[in-house]
C-alpha cells in the first residue's frame, strides 16, 4: 500500500483532530491528504439522507484520490459512510468507513448496543451498520438508538452549552441501559469525555481511534504480507 492516504470529510473541523490521532497512531512516514466537501454534509441533512448525486460525488473523489497516488481511502462522516460499498468497485485500494471498527467492537462487547447522534442522517447509517455486522458475526443484539433533540440546532446557532448538556443528557440515559454506548458523529466525543467518571459505568466508544488503529494494521499487513501457506 502507498504511503499516501487521504480522509474525506463533511466538515472541515475534522482536519486537525484527525490530523493529531494519525501523528499518534500511524507510522511516521505516512503522508496524511484531506478532502473536506461541506456541501456533502448539508445536501445530507437538506434532503433527509443519501441521494445519487451524494454516492456520485464521493466516488469521484475516492476516485481522484486513487489518481493522485493515494494508497487507501477514509470516510469520516457516518452519514456518507454507506457510500462506501459504492466507491469500493471503482477503485483499487482500500476505501474504509469510519464507523465500523467502532460498531465490530461493540458487538464484540454485549448485545445490548446504545447509539446516539444530533441528526437522524448519522443515526440510521451507524445503526443500520450494527444489524449488518452483528448478522455477518451470528450475533443477535438489541439496538437502543436516540437522537439528541435539538441539538445540532443548538450547535447551529451557537449555543454550545445547551449543544453539550441535550448531548450529555441523552448519552447518561443510554448509559444507564445497555452494554456499550456508541457515538455516531466523532465530534460528541468531547462532551461524552465530561461525564464524571462514576457515571460511565459501561463504555462509550467513539469512532476515530477505533479507525486508525485498524488504518495502521492495514498498512502493517500491505507492507508485511504473511508468506503463503504460514
Do not use: W
Not at 466537501?37 to 466516488?59: C, H, N, T, W
Not at 469510519?98 to 454485549?110: H, K, L, Q, T
Amino acid at each position: 500500500m502507498s504511503t499516501t492516504l487521504v480522509f474525506l470529510h463533511t466538515v472541515s473541523s475534522l482536519v486537525e483532530p484527525f490530523n493529531d490521532l494519525s501523528t499518534e497512531i500511524l507510522p511516521a512516514d505516512v503522508e496524511i491528504l484531506h478532502i473536506a466537501d461541506e456541501m456533502l454534509l448539508k445536501i445530507v441533512l437538506a434532503q433527509g439522507g443519501l441521494s445519487p448525486f451524494i454516492y456520485r460525488r464521493v466516488a469521484e473523489h475516492v476516485i481522484a484520490a486513487e489518481q493522485a497516488g493515494a494508497g487507501g481511502v477514509l470516510l469520516t462522516c457516518s452519514s456518507i459512510a454507506p457510500c462506501v460499498d459504492t466507491a469500493r468497485l471503482m477503485v483499487n485500494i482500500p476505501v474504509l468507513r469510519v464507523d465500523e471498527p467502532m460498531v465490530d467492537r461493540a458487538i464484540s462487547m454485549g448485545t445490548r448496543i446504545g447509539v446516539a447522534a444530533t441528526v437522524p442522517t448519522t443515526l440510521k447509517p451507524t445503526t443500520d451498520l450494527v444489524v449488518a455486522r452483528a448478522g455477518m458475526m451470528g450475533k443477535e443484539v438489541h439496538i437502543d438508538a436516540r437522537v439528541c433533540q435539538n441539538a445540532y440546532d443548538a450547535l447551529f446557532a451557537g449555543d454550545t452549552d445547551t449543544h453539550d448538556r441535550i448531548v450529555r443528557d441523552t448519552l447518561q440515559a443510554l448509559v444507564a441501559r445497555n452494554d456499550v454506548v456508541l457515538l455516531a458523529q466523532a465530534s460528541m466525543a468531547r462532551v461524552a469525555d465530561t461525564i464524571p467518571a462514576k457515571d460511565q459505568i459501561v463504555p462509550v466508544l467513539s469512532s476515530p481511534r477505533l479507525a486508525l488503529e485498524r488504518l495502521r494494521d492495514i498498512l502493517a499487513a500491505a507492507r508485511h504480507p504473511q508468506p503463503v501457506g504460514s
